[in-house]
């Protein structure tokens, strides 16, 4: 027989036997479960992951920085002001002097994105707009 620990309605352990409190349950029940009125729930499923954000190119980074009133000049200041001087600045200043694309999950994105006061929901909202484009 197995039987379920239920603290505050959430099933946190599950054991073969009884024991005083331990509830009688069925063998699909598992940690994480809900017990009310006398019935089991599993939990509601984990949230989707979200879709990875695409790559932009130089032309939809530019039209963003327009949408933003802003232009790649700031973008360079905020490089050099958020990177120690030296070869960091210079690989930071290429990386964005000379992308490709750009990725929403490279480490300088989130460095410019505090540096210039964006939240990474807003970053992500902007760029999801900005592959519209």
């Given at each position: 027989?197995?039987?379920?620990?239920?603290?505050?309605?959430?099933?946190?352990?599950?054991?073969?036997?009884?024991?005083?409190?331990?509830?009688?349950?069925?063998?699909?029940?598992?940690?994480?479960?809900?017990?009310?009125?006398?019935?089991?729930?599993?939990?509601?499923?984990?949230?989707?992951?979200?879709?990875?954000?695409?790559?932009?190119?130089?032309?939809?980074?530019?039209?963003?920085?327009?949408?933003?009133?802003?232009?790649?000049?700031?973008?360079?200041?905020?490089?050099?002001?958020?990177?120690?001087?030296?070869?960091?600045?210079?690989?930071?200043?290429?990386?964005?002097?000379?992308?490709?694309?750009?990725?929403?999950?490279?480490?300088?994105?989130?460095?410019?994105?505090?540096?210039m006061d964006f939240a990474p929901a807003e970053l992500d909202d902007l760029w999801r707009y900005a592959s519209t484009l």
């Open positions: 027989m197995r039987s379920a620990i239920v603290e505050n309605g959430v099933v946190t352990n599950v054991i073969i036997g009884q024991v005083d409190d331990s509830i009688t349950c069925g063998d699909d029940v598992a940690i994480g479960w809900t017990y009310d009125d006398g019935a089991f729930s599993p939990p509601p499923p984990p949230e989707p992951e979200p879709e990875p954000l695409p790559p932009l190119s130089p032309r939809q980074m530019g039209m963003m920085l327009v949408f933003l009133d802003m232009n790649e000049t700031d973008v360079e200041d905020a490089i050099v002001a958020t990177t120690i001087e030296g070869q960091e600045r210079d690989v930071a200043l290429v990386e964005w002097r000379k992308a490709a694309h750009y990725d929403r999950d490279h480490p300088l994105v989130d460095q410019l994105a505090a540096a």
